[in-house]
């Protein structure tokens, strides 16, 4: 298996502009998280699904920050416009899950990341 | 309170030693605890994972958890500098969907 791909794994773009990631969990998996991770603030969730679906979105900071699933193989997560301070690493990471999953041995398999730079 | 709590370090540990890396969590309601590695520059690899009270081993690592301090810790026997990385704690959060919560990390370093 190829793991968790993520593409470009380096971007670098000026304010304003607008910042498409890409994500393909591997096959199988149907949880999709993904993370953002600066010095300052760790490993933040911003959004997951499960089975294509959005479950929880609430560690997506701003209005300017939307991901979509449409299908079991593809995620994006897009930031319109960019500023500065959304400067980081993104991981996006698969696994197995469902909602009645209250305990848990599947770890997540994360993708190598893109390290997002806005100038 | 954060959610899941670690020691930035460093931890610097001398080569042979065993390092131990601690995490407290706040939701008591949590069943699975992830350790996850990091090297400078890549992506988080699961190294461990415990769910039952008590030590669980594979190879040179340890995980130790005591639920009802609300506690994991990561030992590292026979440590080497090869071990020197980042190290994630996570929790899976009680509302199901394999939803993991991660530490702050912390850094570990591993002399000669």
């Known amino acids: 298996d190829a793991g968790v791909i993520q593409s470009p794994r380096h971007e670098v773009t000026e304010m304003g502009q607008e910042v498409t990631l890409r994500c393909k969990p591997i096959?199988?998996?149907?949880?999709l998280f993904w993370y953002r991770q600066t010095m300052m603030r760790g490993l933040e969730l911003l959004i997951y699904?499960?089975?294509?679906?959005?479950?929880?979105d609430s560690g997506m900071p701003e209005d300017r920050f939307s991901a979509k699933m449409p299908n079991a193989s593809f995620s994006t997560l897009k930031i319109q416009p960019s500023e500065p301070r959304d400067s980081a690493v993104y991981f996006c990471a698969s696994s197995f899950g469902g909602q009645t999953m209250t305990r848990t041995t599947y770890g997540y398999t994360f993708g190598s990341g893109t390290r997002l730079t806005v100038v | 309170q954060k959610e899941v709590e670690q020691n930035s370090g460093p931890l610097s540990v001398p080569e042979g030693a065993i390092a131990s890396l601690n995490c407290t969590y706040s939701d008591r309601g949590s069943q699975s605890f992830f350790w996850y590695r990091q090297y400078s520059g890549k992506s988080p690899e699961l190294i461990m994972f415990i769910y039952s009270n008590g030590d669980k081993e594979d190879g040179r690592f340890t995980a130790q958890l005591n639920k009802a301090s609300q506690y994991v810790s990561l030992l590292i026997r026979d440590s080497q500098p090869s071990d020197s990385a980042t190290y994630l704690c996570?929790?899976?959060?009680?509302?199901?969907?394999?939803?993991?919560?991660f530490g702050a990390g912390t850094r570990l370093a591993v002399h000669p």
């Open positions: 996570a929790v899976q959060s009680p509302g199901g969907y394999n939803k993991l919560i």
């Open positions: 699904f499960n089975n294509n679906v959005p479950i929880d």
């Open positions: 096959s199988g998996h149907n949880s």
